[in-house]
């Protein structure tokens, strides 16, 4: 993929299934099961990381954390694998989920956490995949993720 302001081409080479490591921003966080955002400026995106802070309308859904990482203080100079698989079921929070949740598109929640998920579109949503299942009682949905799903909301 080559961004038209981009200084050279990154091949990511993704393809479902696949598990992929992508460097980090400065100095962030991403614990395992967190949702894992691209981050930068709409012309270069090459950092990546699942705080919610920040959004913008660029920014895509890349996968799921399969690990805890705490980065370095430059950028890119660590990274964190994400499972990709698309289909694959990942557990996340939701307030009050509901039957009629079911089939709905799951939106990382910029309001809250990275392991949060709303079926509203607000502003920069970013789609995680599609709500399969959900327990009441553990206020969780299971999302099948789907890394190609890329609906930004202005």
């Known amino acids: 993929m080559v961004w038209a302001t981009s200084g050279s ?14 460097g980090l921003l400065a100095s962030t966080t991403v614990y395992k099961g967190d949702i894992v955002r691209s981050t930068g400026s709409a012309a270069d995106v090459r950092t990546y990381c699942s705080s919610v802070a920040a959004v913008a309308d660029y920014d895509q859904f890349i996968g799921v954390a399969i690990e805890t990482v705490v980065a370095s203080a430059v950028d890119n100079a660590s990274q964190v694998r994400v499972s990709r ?10 307030a009050t989920p509901a039957y009629t949740d079911m089939g709905a598109i799951a939106y990382l929640d910029v309001s809250t956490d990275p392991q949060t998920v709303v079926t509203t579109a607000g502003t920069h949503a970013i789609a995680v995949g599609i709500i399969v299942g959900w327990d009441a009682t553990a206020g969780t949905v299971d999302v099948a993720i789907n890394p190609d799903t890329i609906e930004v909301a202005a």
């Open 85 to 94: 698989k698309k289909g694959s079921i990942h557990k996340f929070y939701k």
């Open 9 to 22: 081409a990154i091949d990511m080479g993704v393809k479902d299934g696949d598990i992929i490591a992508v």
